[in-house]
């Protein structure tokens, strides 16, 4: 059964660099998302991606966000410039009207 | 935008007891209604889904029910199993499938 990848599992990162987190979606999904979860908080929606473009994202997904579909198959979130506050856990997602997750890459910001 | 209201936000109950987890939506758009089940690191895993054309939709231990009118659905658990124990988040899309928005969470503890 095909699943979401992403990688890499777990990243650690000095506050105020850029991190780079990437997903393989299920090969015939059209729709792309992006979540992340606090420990112990719920799945927040930051944005979704269709047709190639941002279809939808929510405040928490601000100028230091960044989504691109680079290749056929990948599909990345960029945080460019990160803070403490951006540790969580990062699920890609993608969708033919339902949502499947990734395992997630675990964040965090020192 | 949309609005998940989900309770109770604990859950215990005895092994072989049934979980019922009540959601409330904002969004009268709405059409899908997806429940997820996360155990401890892991990722949100897809258990049962209803869309809106249906009131009611079982798969062996687990059922979904849905009001329109009011809003509303839920997820019932019968016999309950320690297996069980995890945290459940309902979700729905809202217009269309661009956000899939979920509610904050149920932590069920299945008691052997």
């Known amino acids: 059964e095909p699943e979401v990848t992403q990688t890499p599992s777990h990243q650690v990162t000095q506050m105020g660099q850029e991190v780079i987190l990437r997903c393989v979606p299920i090969s015939n999904h059209l729709y792309f998302y992006w979540y992340r979860q606090i420990l112990g908080q719920k799945v927040e929606f930051l944005v979704s991606f269709y047709n190639n473009e941002i279809s939808e994202k929510s405040e928490i997904f601000d100028d230091q966000f960044s989504v691109e579909r680079p290749d056929g198959s990948n599909f990345t979130l960029k945080i460019r410039s990160t803070k403490l506050e951006d540790s969580a856990m990062y699920f890609c997602?993608?969708?033919?009207?339902?949502?499947?997750f990734g395992p997630g890459t675990r964040l965090l910001v020192l | 935008g949309e609005n998940v209201e989900q309770h109770p936000s604990t859950l215990s109950v005895q092994e072989g007891d049934s979980a019922v987890i009540k959601c409330t939506y904002s969004?009268?758009?709405?059409?899908?209604f997806p429940w997820y089940k996360q155990e401890l690191g892991k990722r949100p895993q897809l258990i049962i889904d209803i869309r809106s054309n249906v009131g009611e939709k079982k798969d062996q231990r687990i059922a979904v029910t849905l009001n329109k009118t009011a809003k509303h659905f839920s997820l019932h658990i019968t016999e309950t199993q320690p297996e069980d124990s995890a945290v459940y988040f309902c979700a729905t899309n809202g217009q269309g499938y661009q956000k899939v928005t979920f509610g904050i969470g149920t932590k069920l503890q299945v008691i052997p």
């Open positions: 997602a993608s969708s033919e009207g339902t949502a499947y």
């Open positions: 969004d009268s758009a709405s059409n899908y």
